[in-house]
């Protein structure tokens, strides 16, 4: 027992660690989350939590805690394609709205349930290194700011500390189906830019725009251009910005008529799985998997994931099953859920214009109400796109076209 006074640790305090944590802290286990940072604080974001997020929150008797910010419930998903615009609930059974909280928020929120829940948190701590002993990780070794290094124990260390994540890169995490960066976009925040309830997402040539509201009536806009465009643009970020918003002139209009209250901030993402586990190491969130950012799914994914990891976990701990036994179910569901969505995503990520044969099932969507909602719902990560997109669903579509 001395040895592991720690049942996990995990590392890695925002929307995939805190969950997790308290998850596992909610079932009676001992765990230590870290994180370098301190909360409230930001970090880069779409901020977005569709109905699947939300019901997660709702599980965890959290998501009356998100509403009550004051973040806008978002009930409207529309894409203009320029020829026409689908428009469409993203809701899903006893939920029927997304929101997009300010990460100052939803973190903090996060955090502060992890420490009821028994977790000891620990900010401002950045781990050094992850400690093996015969090939099997047994714990870590980090610092508070300004304090001499500690080492901790556990069973398991969990890395929920995002792409860049240390305890993949000591593990050697092995990655798989990998896609290079497609998409380079910046966005920022405004007053003055109401949104009623509505995603906005507009497909331009080898462009793209999206916005929704956040906290404090401020709108987010983010605005991208091709990955390989990245270097020519980055000199000119708030021109190249603007020239994208004025390819849709109605909406250029409502932006200059607000006021962007801070700076710009810059994505680019690539796609991949890792394995998320090993000898004494397990991984959730960005850690493990990573995705394009244009269809907003990273902080559902993460609350999915903290769900598959822990319940995996605590199979484990209580001896109920193996750990590689637990954790291969843990990485086959959560690749089997996710992989529909991540080639979707990665295809939208390119910017080119969707092939013949979905242009055609897109415009015979227009004025379904039905087939608009279940695209919507496709983009909200409610209805996997190969259910969507299946023979029979888009037979459907077009006969009703006809």
């Known amino acids: 027992m001395a040895a592991h006074p720690f049942d996990a640790i995990v590392v890695g305090a925002r929307c995939a660690g805190s969950p997790t944590a308290m ?9 230590l989350l870290v994180d370098r940072g301190t ?39 529309a894409f203009d394609f320029g020829a026409f615009t689908l428009t469409g609930s993203p809701g899903m059974d006893g939920e029927t709205a997304a929101y997009a909280p300010r990460r100052t928020v939803l973190d903090k929120l996060l955090v502060d349930a992890a420490a009821a829940a028994g977790v ?25 700011k300004g304090k001499p290094p500690v080492t901790e124990h556990a069973r398991v260390v969990v890395g929920a500390d995002g792409g860049n994540s240390i305890v993949a890169r000591c593990v050697d995490a092995p990655s798989y ?33 999206a916005a929704w509201p956040t ?47 801070e700076r710009f901030l810059g994505l680019a993402v690539p796609g991949f799985f890792r394995k998320p586990y090993g000898p004494g190491w397990s991984l959730v969130g960005d850690a493990g998997y990573s995705k394009d950012f244009i269809t907003a799914q990273g902080i559902s994914d993460a609350f999915r994931d903290a769900e598959l990891c822990a319940g995996a976990l605590d199979g484990v ?35 080119e214009p969707p092939p013949p044969e979905l242009q055609q099932v897109l415009a015979a969507a227009h004025g379904n109400q039905e087939a608009m909602d279940g695209f919507a719902r496709v983009n909200a990560g409610v209805t996997s796109p190969a259910e969507y997109f299946s023979t029979a669903n888009v037979k459907r579509i077009l006969d009703a076209a006809r």
């Open 23 to 31: 998850l596992l802290a909610r079932r009676g286990y001992r765990v």
């Open 39 to 77: 909360f409230p604080s930001d970090t880069i974001s779409t901020h977005l939590i569709h109905p699947p997020g939300m019901a997660a929150l709702r599980r965890w008797g959290l998501r009356d805690s998100v509403v009550a910010t004051g973040c806008p419930p978002i009930d409207t998903y």
């Open 120 to 144: 000891e948190v620990r900010e401002g701590f950045t781990v050094d290194a992850v400690l093996r002993e015969d090939g099997c990780v047994t714990g870590i070794r980090g610092h508070a």
């Open 177 to 209: 189906r990998e896609k290079p960066r497609s998409l380079a976009a910046y966005y920022s925040y405004w007053s003055g830019l109401p949104m009623e309830g509505r995603n906005e997402n507009y497909i331009l040539p080898r462009r793209g725009m």
């Open 215 to 261: 906290n404090d009536d401020l709108t987010i806009v983010i605005a991208g251009w091709p990955y390989a465009e990245f270097e020519a643009n980055r000199t000119d970020v708030e021109g190249n910005y603007h020239r994208v918003i004025d390819m849709v002139p109605a909406f250029a209009e409502r932006v200059r008529a607000a006021r962007r209250e």
């Open 317 to 351: 701990f209580s001896g109920a099953r193996s750990f590689d036994e637990a954790m291969g179910v843990y990485q086959a569901a959560r690749d089997e859920q996710v992989l529909p969505m991540y080639e979707f995503t990665a295809q939208l990520a390119t910017l």
